[in-house]
């Protein structure tokens, strides 16, 4: 487990935002939940076209020695995850969140992490007597906003150039898809290569598009699960919004172990950009598997350790031990818990 952070940066409103829940007196509870922003379970929208000429669909093998010397390239590897704390009270919602982007150095790691603390509300007295007190309607909205603007801003400055970025985390999610697509336009600038990367999927836009499965599969991930031998991926597809084309990607399905596969994801613009040396970013994606090792929750090393650190800032910066200091009192349904 990853202990020495590199940089450990705290929001401009963090310390004050504390401040403002202590002086209101706001009571959250003494233990928090973790949150899972449950974008994978996006669902595409029914007006997407699937074209398959990208290539020809079939089973393509990786080659993880390939991958292995394409990590010595001129290509620095970072990683993005986060970990999300919430405490529910009375008044209104707290969440914690732990941004971490770590980057492959030639004996370790080295992180970068950011922590956000927003306190939202439907009481417009409360957000009265603070700035730091949010007012929100919407609170899960209106965090999912704060956070895709958060994270937007924390990988365009800490991502070195000429990089690739593996982010946890679909391209194209729901209400963030704006903030992602825009964030991957600006890291592509950079001449960054964002990758992204989805577990857990109930999509179907490719069982239901393909007329020689159509139907005979549950899901997308039930048709790679059996097409796919242990380290193939399937043909790459391309999806495009009819109504908004900025929203297209490039994506296929990769099984490293005998388990669910795992969908990877590139903006249509990344692809085109970086098209030469994709077969080369897919045996590295493999090869980093294959380095985890995990089994039963497949997951590239360096996406693996971003999430580690994101957990130790979480516990450094601990939610719990921040709102006993402010003497807070927990709500009756999450003290039972303790």
């Given amino acids: 487990m990853p202990q020495k952070f590199s940089k450990l940066l705290l929001h401009p409103s963090f310390e004050k935002t504390v401040l403002a829940v202590n002086k209101l007196k706001i009571t959250l509870p003494s233990i928090p939940s973790n949150v899972d922003l449950d974008f994978n379970l996006y669902k595409f929208p029914n007006n997407a076209q699937l074209l398959t000429n990208i290539e020809d669909i079939k089973a393509y093998n990786l080659n993880p020695k390939n991958g292995e010397q394409f990590l010595k390239n001129r290509y620095k590897i970072c990683a993005y995850d986060e ?19 770590v980057i492959h150095g030639e004996d370790d790691y080295v992180s970068s992490n950011y922590l956000t603390f927003y306190f939202y509300t439907r009481s417009s007295e409360l957000c009265k007597k603070s700035d730091y007190i949010r007012l929100s309607e919407n609170t899960e909205a209106d965090f999912k906003a704060d956070y895709a603007k958060d994270r937007s801003a924390f990988l365009i400055e800490n991502t070195p150039t000429s990089a690739i970025l593996f982010v946890d985390g679909p391209l194209i999610g729901g209400q963030v898809s704006s903030y992602t697509i825009d964030t991957n336009n600006k890291l592509l600038s950079n001449n960054i290569v964002p990758i992204f990367f989805v577990k857990n999927s109930d999509s179907n836009l490719v069982v239901e598009n393909i007329k020689e499965i159509k139907n005979k599969y549950n899901s997308d991930l039930h048709w790679a699960y059996s097409f796919l031998k242990n380290g193939q991926r399937t043909s790459f597809f391309k999806y495009v919004d009819k109504h908004n084309s900025n929203n297209a990607k490039i994506f296929c399905y990769l099984k490293a172990f005998n388990g669910s596969p795992q969908r990877v994801e590139f903006h249509l613009n990344t692809f085109d950009k970086f098209k030469d040396i994709i077969p080369e970013l897919m045996d590295l994606i493999y090869y980093l598997l294959l380095v985890q090792g995990n089994l039963k929750n497949p997951q590239v090393r360096s996406i693996a350790i971003a999430e580690a650190y994101a957990r130790s800032t979480l516990r450094l910066f601990d939610l719990t031990k921040i709102m006993k200091d402010l003497g807070i009192t927990p709500t009756i349904n999450e003290e039972r818990f303790k």
């Fill in 83 to 101: 970990s999300i704390q919430k405490s529910k009270a009375l008044e209104g919602s707290a969440y914690l969140t732990s941004h971490s982007l």
